[in-house]
């Protein structure tokens, strides 16, 4: 009893830090400019011990996708447009869907820890588990049968059938996304980030050294890349689990398996397909601007430019992904804990720390923009088109930084149907038709494809 007793104080301790926040909002005694002060000396060390965590899992989770392309692209030309079409034009559907499912945990625990609901935490995990796993399996149906899937949308025949062979050895990490996305969301409303951030880390280091020696070295080229990808994925499921399963700061809100998660299904289904829709539209737009690029001119330049610059931006949209977790996370819990103030000043400061890192990155990239190319390809050719399309890329950039956050204060405030409304507008309405005018009918090729971004 002594012990849980202490578990709940130590669970209780951001909490107690967020009513402090909300009383400094609401002291009418002091200045409008001394309450901003001292409730941003407050909520920042706050959002970054959230945030930081976080943006370096995202970051190298996508790292190990990035490698991975990277690996591939020095494979040849061929073999980059191949991987950029299978990454980009396949994976992502899964990735977006499974992800974007997995939101329904970030909003309802986020809301049960403030609420102090904490045995709530672990059947929401393992409810959302069972609705991915389930949801992996028509996935993996689509996965089997890429080749002629892209050949039907237009895909040049030579790039689709080694898109498909790389497609093959990213089954498995269909069902790892089934469960780690449920885990991560479990930890982050806890505001437990590093387990998952070193976890990350460390598989990274072991993902480009085993794919080195898998593609470069054994010679299985694309499909050991992907084979690796997907086994790197597993490992950081079974190091994420291990650490709930025998980690004190969980507890509480761990108690075991139980027959708990089957029920409510249907209603918990709805939720995280409401959720889904929200990402799915945002990610699945960027799947279609590559199959988009794979029907123009000279489809491997122009897929693996168009390829290079959406890696980079999605490389930097993860550290706003990273925010959006803390946006979530930091706004359910405050609403749950019944502080409005805080929440909303929350948003600030998260949305304005994204801005500014945004602006400092983009700039960095325009610098850079004759050199970005060579990470992933040779090829001066390559390097010329991607070169053309950085302006556009900064700009991506910037927004992007602020987007995800205010996402993620919808989805901590459970507004996921909105956002989705929102999305379906900027980038269905305005961007896909814009792009396919200007690349296709103006024939201003990749360039406008991807300036169609900005329509977010």
Not at 51 to 70: C, D, G, K, R
Not at 220 to 242: D, N, T
Request: charged share 10%.
């Amino acid at each position: 009893m002594a012990y849980a007793g202490d578990e709940a104080h130590q669970l209780h301790r951001s909490l107690l830090g967020a009513s402090k926040l909300e009383i400094v909002l609401g002291d009418e005694s002091l200045s409008w400019a001394q309450r901003m002060w001292e409730a941003s000396m407050l909520e920042l060390p706050t959002v970054v011990r959230l945030a930081a965590p976080a943006v370096v899992v995202y970051m190298i989770n996508y790292l190990m996708s990035m490698s991975t392309q990277i690996i591939a692209g020095h494979l040849g030309t061929l073999e980059l447009a191949a991987a950029a079409l299978g990454n980009r034009g396949i994976q992502v559907f899964a990735y977006g869907l499974m992800l974007g499912m997995g939101s329904a945990v970030e909003t309802l625990c986020g809301q049960a820890y403030g609420a102090q609901r904490y045995d709530m935490l672990g059947i929401y995990m393992q409810r959302s588990t069972i609705v991915l796993v389930v949801t992996a399996i028509p996935l993996a149906v689509i996965y089997i049968f890429s080749a002629p899937l892209l050949l039907a949308l237009g895909q040049s025949p030579e790039i689709a059938s080694a898109a498909a062979t790389f497609v093959y050895g990213l089954i498995p990490q269909i069902f790892a996304y089934a469960v780690n996305f449920p885990i991560q969301k479990f930890l982050q409303a806890q505001s437990i980030m590093a387990p998952s951030a070193i976890t990350s880390a460390v598989t990274v280091v072991l993902h480009i050294a085993f794919s080195y020696v898998l593609v470069y070295k054994i010679g299985l080229g694309l499909l050991g890349a992907s084979l690796m990808l997907s086994s790197s994925w597993w490992i950081m499921v079974a190091a994420q689990f291990l650490y709930v399963v025998t980690s004190r700061r969980c507890r509480l809100t761990w108690t075991g398996f139980s027959w708990q998660a089957f029920s409510n299904l249907p209603e918990f289904c709805m939720l995280s397909i409401a959720s889904a829709v929200m990402l799915c539209l945002e990610t699945w737009y960027f799947q279609i601007l590559v199959l988009i690029a794979g029907l123009l001119k000279d489809p491997a330049i122009a897929l693996d430019s168009l390829s290079i610059c959406m890696t980079v931006s999605g490389w930097v949209f993860m550290m706003s992904v990273g925010f959006n977790a803390a946006a979530s996370v930091r706004v359910g819990n405050e609403l749950g804990a019944g502080n409005p103030k805080s929440a909303a000043f929350s948003v600030v400061v998260v949305t304005l720390l994204s801005f500014i890192l945004s602006v400092i990155i983009s700039v960095i990239v325009l610098l850079t923009r004759d050199y970005i190319s060579y990470i992933f390809t040779d090829g001066d050719e390559v390097s010329q088109a991607v070169s053309q399309l950085t302006p556009f890329l900064a700009v991506t950039i910037i927004l992007n930084g602020i987007q995800p956050v205010l996402s993620g204060v919808a989805v901590g405030c459970g507004w996921q149907a909105f956002v989705a409304y929102v999305n379906v507008g900027c980038y269905y309405i305005v961007g896909i038709p814009l792009g396919c005018l200007l690349g296709f009918y103006f024939e201003l090729g990749a360039t406008v494809i991807h300036f169609s971004q900005c329509s977010l």
